[in-house]
């Protein structure tokens, strides 16, 4: 059986000089952007706790029905977006 001819590769480096530095913001976020995502994430937690534990004496929230879930869960996504900007 015939050998296969083996191709050369060329080596592909990058050009240093082609590259655009990219100013970075330093330093970590102030303690009041951490306390709001904290707070967003907590505020729905404690949303959906009171709509189980006491939306029947709570005549508002047993109106909103399934809309609590989404009060609920939309506070807690809002602090999970904000942790993508957290440092």
Do not use: C, H
């Not at 009171?50 to 029947?56: C, F, P, S, W």
């Amino acid at each position: 059986m015939p050998k296969s001819k083996v191709r050369k590769k060329s080596d592909y480096t990058i050009n240093p000089a082609s590259r655009t530095p990219v100013k970075v913001k330093a330093g970590p976020s102030s303690t009041l952007y951490v306390s709001v995502m904290l707070g967003f994430m907590l505020v729905g937690l404690v949303w959906l706790l009171v709509y189980y534990l006491a939306a029947d004496q709570l005549e508002w929230m047993n109106n909103l029905g399934a809309y609590n879930f989404l009060i609920g869960f939309g506070f807690m996504v809002v602090g999970l977006i904000m942790t993508m900007r957290w440092r």
